[in-house]
């Protein structure tokens, strides 16, 4: 069984670009990393340093890279479906996004909170057992346990999750799974 | 059917398909450039209508393919242009044959066809033919875009007449039944009378109906039919027909609602684009209103041949889909045709043609489920070159809505394909091109500029694994410069997410390359246009920090004080702010304070250090720079495997003057040369960056005749290009010698030297260095490579006085020295003082001992060459550091008036602190032999002084000065007057050291009093010879001795009246004095004298006279008495040295006796 986990950071908000403007009150919690962040990229590579992977684990770990590639294009969906949901609406978006797409193997699950830190989870397409509710519920204690990172005074919003907390948490959500 | 049109588009629906087609040998080229303007006619407005025709032109189309056309009839070839050569009448049979075979294949589909004939020379015997054209050459053919728009016209005509066929017959003749390849042998035997079939060839003959409305222009006219033919075919389960129908329907809904085309600018398909981009606004005004003028214009209607009932049945607005519901269609067709295998490309083509829809519709979700969908299709065994055709096209379909990051999967899976291990020949360079392709998705960009900001932040496991991929394209491309350049990026931009073994394999990987070819910093332009910006490995060392040196001390030039402009250009209208406005930026352009000087060897520091796992060689390290001509001189060097911080210097030498700018360093790490600028890295610190380079100055070498020092001045805080040490006695002078060679390539023109002594606690009496600068300078200028020599005279004189605590054995009285009346007035001030200090501590003696410092700094200022005009000079500082040993001690001073009132007698305790036997020697004295710690009294007669004498100081310095250091100056200057006339010097044989002994520090200002001449000079003149103390003055008894006092005033008041009193007395030398004379000594006249008052400079005499009764020894002292006394203004009483006079009557002559 494979399952694979992870957690993407928020894109850079194209705040200054001005072609999908958000708020500051949804671009997360941190509005001067955000700012410096936008300065830092936005005149250089608009393209680059967004929805970088802050948190990615898998199981088994010899096929890493597929799941790297498997999450990466889910990220497709994602943004589309975040940007698909009217911009009056992206208060009471429901975060949680539902199947994401169907491969042969697996199946891609994403979850975006309101500062635009995507979650996605990768479960095999043999795996009954899981059905929308649990997935949900395993986002939900993602999300609370990111939650609890973030509140860490010493963690750089930004900066990859080496949280041993989390990772034990993923760890356990894992053998649930499979 | 086997091979999908990727390229399809909804749009292709209305299109009459054409193949344009080489007959025999063409040259490709020419061919193409046939085919291309063939192709520039893309649509044509047919004449006597409003209508369009669009024509789709294929060079190479499978006959396979056209027995779909009835199905769909722009899969329908129904027009052949052939191309050909020809060149000469012989041949024109067998090219003739050939087209006619040619059009054989399409035969059954074709409606016209046309054949081009080049190079054909001479004439046909052959009549005219309309289907052939004739041209002498391929670049002589100007009505070739006319002709085919003839032919397209014809085959308007054709396609107009089948359809007005097909659309009026269903007047109860039996009707074709229309069918795909695949079902024909379904219907063998199947009931052609029934109402289902009828109704299935109704059907399936106005889907054909509507096919041929949409190609002839006829837009709603097909929406009409194609929903009758929906309808009949639903009715009858039908479902592939159904299917088309639906499509159809779709197709025409799109070209109403979408007339700018569904396929995009970037799929690039139409050849016709070129030409098309203009007509696309254009072809967009005209559709709409000619499809609305269709509905107004009753008389179109029926010209057009739109058949009555048709246009009746359903009302026309209604008739076209909303885009909503055409992606609802779509999405039914494409269920309808997966109901059959073998329309598996259909159903691709159909979901490529939805996807194009809903591009445009900006449904990138639904568009993403329809090729979700198009990948599972299958169709069956495909070949490798097909896996990469559907590949591409999916990875730029997923482009299209968006997707970039699945886009790049595909088109990395292609890229993959490319070189599949099954592939004979793998195409690296396809391979190359696609993974480069996929960049943007991967959020990777060739330039190392965006990865210099902060940490890497990415899919760096993808990335990498691309990185990779790209290199071992480029590298089986036969490309190594592109290997070398994408592994440094590699290793730039990835180093921190590589595993130690990976960055060892890929460091090794890179030296394989750069063996075959050296990466360097050239922009690498592929063909097709892309540049890859070079990659300096900035990493590979990392720097720190880069920190340009001053030079070292002795080379630093320095700016003519007179000469300093006023280039305090301040950007700040405060002379002071604590707010710091510079930015970090602008520090890097900061000037630095010192100066660089042309010509010699400039130093800048960088803090480096190697993240690799291993030992990382750096070759040609050297500096970048701008502004000045710059020598740079490469260094290699060798870090150890994860080093810390290491310091490197690059040197090079300015070969001009002028500001220099350094920008950066270059660096070649495993045969990459690297040019690192710094304002690419942040990272690095700098404190400026900019230098100025003055023109040069000579150089010159100090060397000296002492051993150098190693140990730096203590009490010196400059920093000194040298120092010199030596260990002298107190009093001992030692000459140094000063060596000066001008070891630079410029003159010396000028040379000047001082000398500073470093504030020391000791007290230095007299000069400490001295020297004679004139034969020196007097060889000046000094030519490179010549020398200059210079002799310094180093003198140490410390105080030489010991403090009262010193060997109490000698503090006796020291009045019994000799013969002096104990009634001298000084006697009270030589009384010993008071004795409480402990007897012969040791303690106190080891301070003697002690080995004082003395340091001074010798300044070589010089100049010449260029650098002297522009006011420039270099510095060379000597320290001479002097170990003092102590070598006597004064211990004690003091004095006793000698017999003579202008003289007297200074003691001095003199103490031997060294460990040899001395002597001391003073002028006109006998020597004095010390033993080691040994302290002995020596009295030196000397003449009182007249410091009146001395040089009085400069009025204006006067002024200026504090009165108290005017004071001092004054006893130092007395102090060293009394030295000089003394002249103690000591030896020491055994070690043959020879000094001087300085009294300066000794005498106090109550010694000095003593030895100063009163302020009033008393002249006593007996018997007209001047008298003093160990003067006797003879006379006879009886004679009158006239007596004469003179007082010559020399003090700054008047002084008097004064009353002197002479008494005469005896001493018997025992301590008894006879005062009791008045019958041996009598007076002429009084024995006290008046003196008035004697104005400054004055003098005044007084006279008188004695007469001796009896021989003897008599003395007569003169007292004095003030007749001012308490007023005020007292006059000392040691002003009152009046000498006692010692006068020895003798017996007068026989004959005088009387």
């Known amino acids: ?178 | 059917m086997s091979i999908p049109d990727y390229m399809q588009c909804a749009e292709d629906h209305q299109t009459v398909l054409v193949v344009v087609q080489p007959v025999g040998i063409v040259p490709e080229d020419e061919f193409f450039r046939i085919y291309k303007r063939i192709a520039s006619v893309a649509q044509v407005s047919i004449r006597d209508s409003q209508r369009n025709l669009y024509i789709r032109y294929r060079h190479h189309y499978l006959p396979e393919n056209n027995e779909w056309g009835d199905f769909q009839t722009h899969r329908k070839v129904v027009g052949l242009i052939s191309v050909t050569t020809c060149g000469s009448a012989k041949e024109w049979p067998q090219t003739s044959d050939r087209f006619h075979s040619q059009k054989d294949v399409f035969g059954a589909t074709l409606y016209d066809s046309r054949l081009l004939v080049f190079g054909l020379q001479g004439e046909i015997a052959e009549q005219q033919r309309t289907d052939v054209a004739f041209y002498s050459s391929y670049d002589v053919c100007p009505d070739v875009e006319k002709r085919v728009e003839d032919f397209v016209e014809s085959i308007f005509i054709v396609l107009e007449s089948k359809r007005l066929d097909r659309a009026t017959d269903k007047s109860g003749d039996k009707i074709p039944l229309l069918c795909v390849p695949f079902e024909k042998k379904d219907f063998v035997g199947l009931d052609t009378d029934s109402r289902h079939y009828k109704k299935r060839c109704q059907g399936r003959m106005r889907k054909h109906v509507g096919d041929l409305c949409l190609q002839a222009g006829m837009l709603q006219d097909a929406l009409v039919h194609y929903h009758m033919a929906v309808e009949l075919l639903r009715s009858v389960n039908d479902f592939l027909w159904l299917g088309a129908a639906l499509e159809g329907l779709c197709s025409a809904s799109v070209i109403f609602h979408y007339p700018g085309g569904t396929a995009g600018k970037a799929a690039g398909r139409k050849p016709s684009l070129a030409q098309g981009q203009g007509q696309a606004a254009d072809a967009g005004k005209r559709h709409r209103p000619g499809a609305q003028e269709v509905l107004i214009d009753p008389g179109a209607l029926t010209a057009n041949g739109i058949s009555a009932d048709t246009s009746s049945e359903i009302g026309r607005a209604k008739n076209c889909l909303r885009p909503e519901d055409i992606i609802e269609k779509y999405k039914e067709a494409i269920s309808y045709y997966g109901k059959y295998k073998n329309a598996g490309v259909i159903e691709l083509e159909a979901c490529v043609k939805a996807v194009r829809v809903l591009a445009i519709q900006k449904r990138a979700m639904e568009a993403s489920e329809f090729l979700q969908n198009a990948v599972y299709i299958n169709l069956g065994q495909l070949s490798e070159e097909e896996k990469i055709q559907r590949y591409s096209i999916l990875s730029e379909l997923y482009d299209l809505i968006g997707f970039h990051r699945k886009s790049a999967f595909f088109k990395r899976v292609a890229a993959m394909q490319c070189v599949a291990p099954t592939i004979p020949e793998p195409g690296w360079r396809a391979c190359y091109k696609l993974l480069l392709e996929t960049l943007p998705g991967y959020s990777l960009c060739l330039d190392p500029k965006d990865f210099s900001k902060g940490t890497h932040r990415g899919w760096a496991a993808v990335q990498v694994r691309l990185l990779h991929e790209l290199v071992y394209a480029s590298r089986r491309m036969g490309n190594p410069g592109l290997s070398v350049r994408h592994l440094s990026f590699l290793l730039q931009t990835m180093l921190d997410l590589l595993s130690d073994q990976e960055k060892k394999e890929v460091t090794q990987s890179l030296e394989n390359y750069t063996s075959k070819c050296p990466g360097g910093m050239e922009v690498i332009t592929l063909p097709d246009g892309l540049k890859l910006p070079p990659v300096p490995l900035s990493k590979l060392p990392i720097v720190r920090s880069v920190k340009l040196l001053d030079l070292p001390v002795s080379l630093r030039p320095h700016k003519q004080k007179g000469l300093l402009e006023n280039n305090m250009s301040t950007k700040s209208p405060f002379i002071y702010s604590p707010i710091i406005m510079h930015t970090r930026g602008e520090e890097r352009n900061k000037k630095i304070e010192f100066r660089w000087v042309q010509g010699d060897v400039c130093e800048v520091q960088l803090m480096v250090y190697n993240p690799m796992p291993f030992e990382l060689r750096v070759e040609h390290m050297g500096l970048l720079t701008s502004g000045v001509e710059f020598e740079s001189l490469p260094a290699g060097l060798s870090l150890p495997a994860e080093s810390g911080l290491y310091p490197v210097t690059l040197v090079g030498v300015p070969r001009t003057a002028g500001n220099i700018n350094v920008n950066g360093y270059h660096t070649s790490v495993f045969g990459v040369t690297s040019d690192c600028l710094l304002e690419g890295l942040p990272s690095v610190r700098t404190s400026g960056c900019m230098v100025e380079v003055i023109p040069s100055l000579p150089r010159l070498q100090l060397s000296t005749s002492l051993p150098r020092s190693a140990h730096p001045l203590q009490h010196s805080k400059e920093e000194l290009s040298s120092s010199v040490s030596v260990q002298l006695f107190n009093g001992e002078t030692q000459q140094l010698t000063i060596t000066l060679e001008n070891i630079g390539s410029e003159d010396l023109e000028t040379l000047e030297v001082t000398s500073k002594t470093c504030n020391t606690k000791e007290k230095l009496f007299g000069e400490f260095l001295s020297w004679d600068l004139e034969e020196a300078v007097s060889q000046l200028p000094l030519k490179p490579g010549q020398s200059v020599t210079l002799t310094v005279n180093i003198k140490v004189r410390l105080d030489f006085s010991g403090g009262e605590n010193l060997l109490q054995d000698l503090n006796d009285d020291g009045i019994s020295v000799t013969g002096l009346p104990s009634s001298s007035p000084l006697r009270q001030v030589l009384k010993p003082r008071a004795e409480t200090k402990p007897l012969g501590s040791e303690s106190s003696k080891t301070d003697y001992n002690h080995v004082k410092t003395l340091e001074a700094v010798m300044t070589f200022k010089y100049s010449g060459g260029a650098g002297k005009v522009e006011g420039y000079y270099r510095d060379l500082t000597l320290g001479v550091h002097v170990d003092v040993e102590p070598s006597v001690f004064f211990t004690r001073v003091s004095t006793l008036p000698a017999t003579r009132t202008r003289q007297c007698h200074l003691l001095l305790d003199v103490f031997n602190s060294t460990e040899h036997e001395l002597t001391v020697s003073a002028n006109n004295n006998q020597d004095l032999v010390l033993h080691a710690s040994e302290c002995q009294r020596m009295a030196i007669q000397v003449a009182k002084f007249d410091f009146d004498t001395l040089p009085q100081p400069d009025q204006e310095a006067v002024r200026y000065t504090n009165p108290k250091l005017l004071e001092e100056e004054r006893l130092h200057t007395q102090a060293s007057m009394i030295n000089s006339t003394l002249g103690i010097t000591w030896n020491i044989p055994s070690v043959r050291r020879q000094g001087e002994a300085s009294v300066e520090g000794v005498l106090n200002q109550l010694v000095l009093e003593h030895l100063q001449l009163a302020p009033l000079q008393w002249d006593v003149v007996v018997n007209g010879k001047p008298c003093d103390c160990d003067i006797i003055a003879d006379c006879k008894v009886g004679d009158a001795v006239p007596l004469e006092v003179k007082l010559t005033n020399r003090s700054k008041n008047a002084v008097g009246p004064f009353a002197l009193t002479v008494v005469p007395f005896q001493d018997y030398q025992n301590g008894v004095k006879n005062y009791d004379l008045q019958d041996a000594v009598t007076f002429i006249g009084s024995n006290t004298f008046n003196i008035d008052t004697v104005n400054p400079t004055e003098d005044s005499v007084c006279m008188g006279a004695l007469l001796f009764l009896y021989t003897g020894d008599f003395y007569l002292n003169i007292k004095f008495q003030d007749d001012n006394a308490g007023q005020g203004n007292e006059v000392p009483p040691s002003w009152f040295g009046l000498p006692s006079i010692h006068i020895k009557a003798l017996e007068a002559p026989i004959e005088a006796g009387a």
């Open chain 1, 1 to 178: 069984m494979a399952v694979c986990i992870a957690v993407i950071a928020k894109e850079v908000c194209s705040y200054w670009a001005g072609t999908k403007a958000c708020t500051p009150s949804t671009c997360g919690p941190a509005p001067y990393t955000f700012y410096l962040q936008v300065f830092g990229h936005f005149f250089f590579s608009p393209l680059f340093n967004q929805n970088y992977p802050l948190y990615i684990r898998s199981v088994p770990i010899q096929n890493e890279l597929k799941f790297h590639y498997t999450v990466h294009t889910s990220l497709d969906v994602v943004e589309e479906k975040i940007s698909a949901v009217g911009k009056a609406m992206a208060d009471q978006r429901e975060l949680y996004l539902g199947l994401l797409y169907p491969t042969e193997d697996y199946k891609v699950y994403g979850y975006v909170t309101n500062s635009k830190v995507k979650f996605v989870i990768v479960v095999d397409s043999s795996n009954t057992s899981l059905r929308d509710n649990e997935i949900r519920s395993m986002f939900r204690k993602l999300h609370n346990s990111f939650t609890d990172v973030m509140c860490n005074p010493f963690y750089n919003p930004g900066d990859t999750i080496q949280s041993k907390a989390f990772d034990s948490m993923v760890t356990a959500m894992m053998v649930q799974a499979s």
